[in-house]
């Protein structure tokens, strides 16, 4: 079946420093690939989402990468900050009709 | 503009009850999902529902049932409740195809 796993489950950073968060999919129909931030006790945002079709997207001090061979994608976040904290999932859908996310990262960073 | 939003907040019910969740999706929406996030885990997919029909279901049992309304609001209903029911229950609404979710603050469940 569809399954999404996700590396690290933790993951502690220096303030300014760089995160990466990888994923891995094995539903070769997958085709779209959010990713979210969820701080505690809240909702999940989205953060960013990458489609089949592209490699790498960025926005501000996120950027996802995704290698559809291999069936792996990337979160980046560059020059973290405090308030990055949280935990971090990513997910794959087959189509708007199923979303299975990994079981995330809770992202520290120290100030 | 409201976004999407669920009631009750929380919720405590015993063993072998039943329950009954509510999400009004954000302005515009016509599609909801639901997902089960137990705690330290990622959103588990329950099932979706777009033009009041169930689109696609995850891997629970009937014991988890769900209704849209012609207003595009919805309900997940849980049978026969066990303590593994215990979770925060999400739903996210979405337009159509669309890929992109909306979550709503979710309802907690405790069941005991």
């Known amino acids: 079946g569809e399954n999404v796993e996700q590396h690290p489950s933790t993951l502690s950073v220096q303030e300014g420093d760089s995160a990466v968060i990888k994923c891995t999919y094995s539903?070769?129909?997958?085709?779209?690939f959010p990713w979210y931030k969820q701080e505690l006790g809240k909702r999940p945002q989205l953060i960013i989402d990458?489609?089949?079709?592209?490699g790498e997207k960025k926005d501000q001090r996120i950027a996802v990468t995704l290698n559809k061979t291999a069936k792996h994608f990337s979160l980046h976040i560059t020059e973290t900050q405090p308030e990055d904290s949280a935990v971090y999932f990513c997910a794959g859908d087959t189509g708007g009709f199923k979303t299975i996310f990994g079981a995330g990262t809770r992202l520290f960073v120290k100030a | 503009d409201a976004g999407v939003t669920q009631s009750p907040t929380h919720l405590i019910k015993t063993r072998g009850q039943q329950v009954t969740l509510r999400c009004s999706p954000k302005s515009g929406h016509d599609t909801v999902s639901w997902y089960q996030q137990a705690l330290g885990q990622g959103p588990q997919f329950i099932f979706q529902y777009y033009e009041e029909e169930e689109r696609q279901r995850g891997n629970f049992p009937d014991r988890f049932s769900g209704h849209q309304f012609p207003n595009y609001s919805s309900e997940l209903n849980v049978n026969a409740l066990l303590l593994g029911d215990s979770a925060l229950y999400l739903c996210?609404?979405?337009?159509?195809?669309?890929?992109?979710?909306?979550f709503g603050p979710g309802t907690r469940l405790t069941v005991t």
């Open positions: 539903d070769s129909a997958s085709n779209y």
């Open positions: 996210a609404s979405s337009f159509g195809r669309s890929y992109e979710q909306y």
């Open positions: 990458i489609r089949s079709n592209v």
